[in-house]
């Protein structure tokens, strides 16, 4: 599809510069959600887009049409933590803590603080998780625009080399 053209380059540019800043996780953050916004204005219709009004409902959206979970992984142990006591999911999780970072002010602060000190969570660690797990629904949600079926190396678990799994939607 031309309409799809420019906007994967983009994406894969941005999955590529989200895995770059592993040691710089806020600027990853912002890049997958540029990324994951972009994504689902594509692949949502308009009347979609418009009834999910924000971006949390937004990649859920997506993630339900490509047969991706939305749940945060085991291997995310940190984010795993949040999202158990939060009672969320991953994109709830990720999009909060993206806006925490993005739109800093003090109630949303003041949350990011209270995940790390009452689950006793490194902050760093739990925003490489979340650059990990952003970097983990880009990476599928393109595969599966793609039609791809094959083997893929998950982001979101430390493996061997060679080590890979089915893609969720075969």
């Not at 887009?49 to 992984?73: G, W």
Request: net charge positive; aromatic share 6%; charged share 30%.
């Amino acid at each position: 599809e031309k309409t799809w053209n420019v906007p994967l380059v983009d994406a894969v540019h941005w999955l590529i510069e989200t895995i770059d800043h592993s040691n710089e996780p806020d600027s990853g953050i912002a890049l997958a959600q540029i990324a994951l916004e972009m994504l689902s204005s594509l692949m949502l219709t308009p009347a979609e887009y418009s009834a999910d009004k924000n971006a949390a409902t937004r990649i859920e959206h997506i993630l339900k049409k490509a047969k991706i979970s939305p749940i945060v992984p085991p291997f995310l142990e940190s984010l795993k933590k949040v999202a158990d006591k939060e009672k969320i999911d991953g994109p709830e999780l990720i999009t909060r803590l993206r806006n925490g970072i993005i739109h800093p002010d003090r109630k949303k602060r003041e949350k990011l603080e209270h995940w790390a000190r009452d689950l006793d969570l490194n902050p760093v660690t739990l925003k490489n998780e979340a650059c990990r797990l952003y970097a983990h629904y880009v990476q599928l949600l393109l595969l599966h625009k793609m039609n791809f079926k094959g083997v893929y190396a998950n982001r979101t678990r430390k493996r061997g080399l060679g080590e890979v799994e089915n893609v969720p939607w075969v």
